[in-house]
Structure formats: structure tokens, C-alpha cells
């Protein structure tokens, strides 16, 4: 099958891309990286707290995609999960290392806060959506979604702060990442 056309076949949606880019698709990978990397990209930084790193870890995960997207399994859960799984492994694993490291005297790298009005509105919008949904959630729950994704946590050092055993943990954020995406979903076709 052309590259092309396998691009077509594949859709619009995360999953279809990934398929094209398990089947060698470069156009898929490179329309993945278009529709995800903003989100990916602010996962990244919100773990590592410095733009350079966060595009770093970017890159190294989309290389990651590009080598493993036939592991993906949308039984398993959504594209965009996946992709988070990956941006945030990485970026732990980033900021674990430049932890360690002893830096010299850089300067930093200055970087236009200024976003576009269309990037604010939507970010606004998905950002909203997402406390809505956060708020649905039991408080036990959304405390250690919030400790993980935001915080950066592995689970291990969720559970160790939490004083909650591993497998109570990774089980109450699977359970609080579905019913996340039930809602975020269902707030979509309601909009």
C-alpha cells in the first residue's frame, strides 16, 4: 500500500494514524505530531519545567512512536493515552537525570509566553472541560491523578506519599482515567 494512501484510510483520529505509522506511514507519523504535540508538549513541560528539555522528551517520544506504534492496542485505551504514557515516561526520566546533573552557568533560554488567540481559546476550553470532569471524580481519586499527571509522580512515589498500597493506586488512576475520558467524551458530542 502507498504511504499516501494508507494516510487516507487511516482518518483523522490518533488511533487510525498510529496503525498508518505501525504500517511505515511517515505522512501519518507527521500528521500525529501536528494534531498531538501542543498537548504532548505541555505534558513534557509541565514535568521537566524548562522548554528545551520538554522538546527533548518530545522528540525522543515521537521516536518512540515511530519505533513502536504496532504495540499499540486501542482495547487497551485510547491513542492519546498511549501517547501521554510515553511523553510522560520520558520526561520522568529526563527530569530524574537533569536532577542529578550539575550544570555550569547556562543562560536560559528565553521563550514567547505569548500564545496565538486561537491556542489560548482552545487550551481555555480543553482546560475547563478537564477541571469539570477532575470535579466529577471521588476526591481520593483525583488526588492522585493530580499527584501523577500533574505532579509527576510514578506511581511507586504516589503510593509511597499516599501511604496507599502500589497496586490500590494503579488501579484507583485506571479507574479515574476512564471515567476522565467518559466525560471528556461525553462533553464532546454534547458540544
Not at 552557568?105 to 472541560?129: G, I, M, N, Y
Not at 506519599?161 to 502500589?166: D, E, M
Amino acid at each position: 500500500m502507498r504511504q499516501d494512501a494508507a494516510l487516507v484510510d487511516a482518518g483523522e483520529d490518533a488511533a487510525g494514524l498510529l496503525r498508518a505509522v505501525a504500517g511505515g506511514d511517515r505522512r501519518a507519523l507527521r500528521r500525529l505530531y501536528e494534531i498531538e504535540a501542543g498537548r504532548l508538549h505541555a505534558v513534557a513541560l509541565r514535568i521537566v519545567r524548562d522548554a528545551s528539555l520538554a522538546a527533548d522528551v518530545l522528540h525522543d517520544a515521537f521516536l518512540s512512536v515511530w519505533r513502536n506504534a504496532a504495540q499499540f492496542d486501542p482495547a487497551r485505551g485510547a491513542a492519546s493515552a498511549w501517547l501521554t504514557g510515553i511523553v510522560r515516561n520520558r520526561a520522568l526520566d529526563i527530569a530524574r537525570r537533569a536532577s542529578r546533573e550539575v550544570t555550569g552557568t547556562e543562560l536560559p533560554e528565553t521563550v514567547d509566553e505569548t500564545p496565538d488567540a486561537l491556542s489560548d481559546a482552545v487550551r481555555t476550553q480543553e482546560e475547563a472541560a478537564l477541571h469539570r470532569c477532575l470535579g466529577t471524580l471521588e476526591e481520593d481519586r483525583r488526588g492522585l491523578i493530580v499527584m501523577a499527571f500533574v505532579g509527576g509522580l510514578t506511581h511507586a512515589e504516589v503510593a509511597q506519599r499516599s501511604g496507599i498500597p502500589l497496586g490500590t493506586v494503579k488501579s484507583h488512576i485506571r479507574r479515574g482515567l476512564l471515567a476522565l475520558r467518559s466525560c471528556l467524551e461525553a462533553l464532546e458530542r454534547g458540544a
